[in-house]
């Protein structure tokens, strides 16, 4: 009979705490996951490329090269321009960006919503080059280089790149605690942004700067960037003790105003993200 009774208390005690947690502080740490569309991009690619490569021409052309030359290099170009539009065609349309987040649930005593989510995530390229560390991939820097003869003499060319995304949202969550899992759904406002700097250092002749600067200028690398505020719904399953589970969360996201450069990169219609929870 005691050791039903010490079963019984056990239960009961758990069931408070589990209905105690559902109405307590939570604290997000974890992963959010922004979906970042690209079919606008894709096929920016071949026009940049192609503008780059008539300016070279030109240049080249007007430093002396013989016009069985041009033609062979003409050539050259269009069938590398060809080969990357190619392999874009293999690309996904879509590419998550994950970012490193934290959130704060706050309850709130009403019927309809029982808690305020406030959450966010950044990466930058520094992260990104300590993540890959970790992973074990070393990112070269730059990430490439390369020596070209131009003539009698030589070109330079190093490229890198840095990138920062963040991303800032508040929902209102409706919570359903069944003791070892819970279900939230959510609903709200998100912004998030983004951008990617290309740079291309470069160590040419006198006589090719201006026509080089023309030729990077024509890829419009300053324009890799996006922005949007939107709407969102989100549905979080959560697996563990009532103060410490892993989650893992979909969104539905419906922008309601963008922010875009000239590359056409937007955000996706679908947002995620995982970690864990924990609630005092």
Same mark, same amino acid.
């Given at each position: ?86 392999? *874009? =065609?293999?690309?996904?349309? /879509?590419?998550?960006?994950?970012? %490193? !987040? @934290?959130? #704060? +649930?706050?309850? &709130? $005593? ?110 419009? *690398? =300053?324009?890799?960037?996006? /922005?949007?505020?939107?709407?969102? %719904? !989100? @549905?979080? #399953? +959560?697996?563990? &003790? $009532? ?38």
């Amino acid at each position: 009979m005691r050791a039903r009774g010490v079963s019984a208390a056990f239960a009961i005690s758990f069931i408070l705490l589990a209905g105690l947690t559902a109405r307590a502080v939570g604290l997000d740490l974890g992963c959010e996951v922004v979906l970042i569309d690209l079919t606008g991009a894709y096929p920016k690619v071949s026009t940049a490329l192609e503008a780059s490569a008539d300016v070279l021409l030109g240049l080249a052309g007007d430093q002396g090269t013989p016009p069985s030359e041009l033609a062979a290099l003409e050539t050259t170009f269009n069938a590398g321009i060809a080969n990357v539009v190619a392999a *874009l =065609a293999t690309f996904p349309r /879509a590419i998550p960006v994950p970012l %490193l !987040g @934290a959130g #704060l +649930e706050i309850p &709130l $005593p009403w019927i309809v919503v029982d808690a305020l989510r406030l959450s966010g995530g950044c990466l930058d390229s520094s992260w990104a080059r300590s993540l890959a560390r970790v992973a074990g991939v070393v990112l070269p820097e730059p990430l490439l280089e390369q020596i070209l003869p131009l003539g009698a003499e030589t070109a330079r060319f190093a490229l890198d790149a840095d990138a920062l995304v963040w991303a800032i949202a508040a929902d209102g969550v409706k919570r359903f605690d069944l003791w070892i899992a819970a279900l939230s759904l959510s609903a709200g406002l998100g912004y998030s942004a983004g951008a990617l700097a290309v740079n291309v250092e470069r160590e040419v002749p006198v006589a090719w700067e201006g026509g080089v600067d023309s030729a990077v200028a024509a890829l419009h *690398l =300053a324009d890799l960037r996006w /922005a949007a505020l939107a709407a969102r %719904l !989100g @549905a979080r #399953l +959560e697996l563990g &003790l $009532p103060f410490f589970r892993i989650y893992a969360e979909a969104r539905l996201v419906a922008p309601l105003a963008e922010w875009i450069g000239w590359w056409d990169l937007r955000v996706a219609g679908w947002a995620g993200a995982i970690g864990v929870v924990i609630r005092f």
